[in-house]
């Protein structure tokens, strides 16, 4: 039942990426009078090792979870009817799907997913039986020795997500109500609550009051809303809720001639490899990997309001500025080959480690935290929160409220476990659309040197 939550008069969101400015820009519409503030840690937003920046990211409603399917809808049609899409931030190319031969998890995500979209936009999807069908609507692509068969999506799309992230930036700051401010949270600040918590009933909780920086200086807000997607876990305990894993992206120089080609290609997704490319923009085409992604351990101090005690957890966190290992690489370089040979044996002039931050299930983390009222976490973007950009906000802001409609909020809670289950790490992010090795690890990987390429 709807209980709308009162809003603090200060809220702190930590982190500009597109949890954090969704967030920021839905709170200052509805509440104007509110003083809202966005702290980064980078020197610019868009920041250049965000999650949310990059030349591109597929837009798309194909979800095998129709709650997913239906929000994607909804931010699609943004895309495509007001300014959000304008610019070139979003093109509608379509999106081809494509599974393995056998009865796969994979298999089973496409058919579902399709019949997701083809309840929302039934004259804009074709299912594909065959590889030769698969073929049929990709001229110019090879499609992978292993596919089986697979549908096309002509309403799908991709958007430039630099220009995406730049773009809400640019709208924030027109509106000129919400604060910028540049620092790196080092931890959450807690004090003793003797209130009504979170509206959950529970007293004497620590309410987070605000945060202190690396360079010891300290903010309070009523509320802290941290949107810090993969660099979370080292500011909230979350593990076997959430983790980093570093996804391989690669990226070959094109001419001119070879962009016009490509342009209006579908984007391919391939659910047997993970691989998958998007039309190029800015002569860089881009071939990445959706899969269980590598880990980068890290030991931390435990945060909460007993961080200082001295107890320590290994944890995975981002590491940016390394190049894609050896065994990515070599997929990369594989599904060059499979899908666009013509580009075999172009250099790779750019890889990068972009980092997920995975859930159990590839749903986002969108609550309170139980224990500390005044916290609230906007996070778990398990590598597909990009497309929902001009809706995020609305939905968090929904949940902050108390509001948020139940297929989402039962999706986006806080995750419940059996006593001490919740310390137990969990594998990789089965949502049914993964790939690949599972547990390989990073600095593991980048130490087996150049591969034979
Ligand atoms: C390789 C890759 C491909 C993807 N493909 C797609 C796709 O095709 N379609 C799609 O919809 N989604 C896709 N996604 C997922 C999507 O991009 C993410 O879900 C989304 O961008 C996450 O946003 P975020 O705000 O949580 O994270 P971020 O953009 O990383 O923002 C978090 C921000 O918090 C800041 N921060 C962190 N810690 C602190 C601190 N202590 N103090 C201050 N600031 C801090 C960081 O600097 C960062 O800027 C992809 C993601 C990746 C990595």
Known sequence: MARTLPLPQSVLIVG?????????????????????????????????HGSSVDSSRIVRADYANAAYAKLAADAIARWRTTDWGKEGRYSENGLV?????????????????????????????????????????????????DVAGGYVNWGSGWSDAE????????????????????????????????????????????????????????????LIVLATGAWTPKLVDLRGKAQSTGQALAYVR????????????????????????IPPRNNLLKVARHAYGYLNPKRVPVPGPKGDAGATMEVSLPETDVPVPPEGEKACRNALREMLPAFADRPFCQTRI???TDTPKGDFIISYHPNHPGLFLATGGSGHGYKFLPVLGEKIVDAIEGNLEDGLRELW?????????????F????????SGPKGLKLMEELAKGKALL
Request: proline content about 5%; overall charge negative; aromatic content about 8%.
């Open 16 to 48: 500009g990426g597109v949890f954090g400015l969704s967030t920021a820009l839905a709170l200052s519409n509805r509440h104007p009078d509110s003083q809202v503030t966005v702290l980064e840690q980078a020197q610019t937003i868009p920041n250049p």
């Open 254 to 277: 094109i001419t001119d001639e070879e962009e016009r080609r490509l342009a209006h290609m579908p984007t391919l997704l391939n659910f047997s490899t993970g691989m998958f490319i």
């Open 354 to 356: 972009c980092w997920y």
């Open 163 to 222: 220009a995406g992230v730049r773009f809400t930036r640019e709208l924030l700051e027109k509106e000129g109500k919400v604060v910028f401010k540049t620092g790196q949270v080092e931890r959450v600040l807690f004090a003793e609550d003797k209130g009504q918590g979170n509206g959950n009933g529970k007293r004497n909780q620590s309410r987070a009051t605000g945060v202190r920086l690396s360079d010891g200086t300290t903010i309070t807000a009523g």
């Open 97 to 145: 799907l494509v599974y393995p031969n056998g009865d796969s998890t994979a298999g089973q995500y496409v058919r579902k997913s399709y019949e997701n979209v083809k309840a929302l936009e039934a004259d804009k999807v074709e299912f594909l039986p065959t590889k030769a069908d698969v073929e049929r609507v990709m001229p110019g692509y090879g499609v992978g020795s």
């Open 427 to 434: 594998e990789g992010c089965e949502d049914g659309s993964r």
């Open 413 to 425: 809670e806080w995750p419940a476990f059996a006593e001490g289950e919740e310390l137990v790490p």
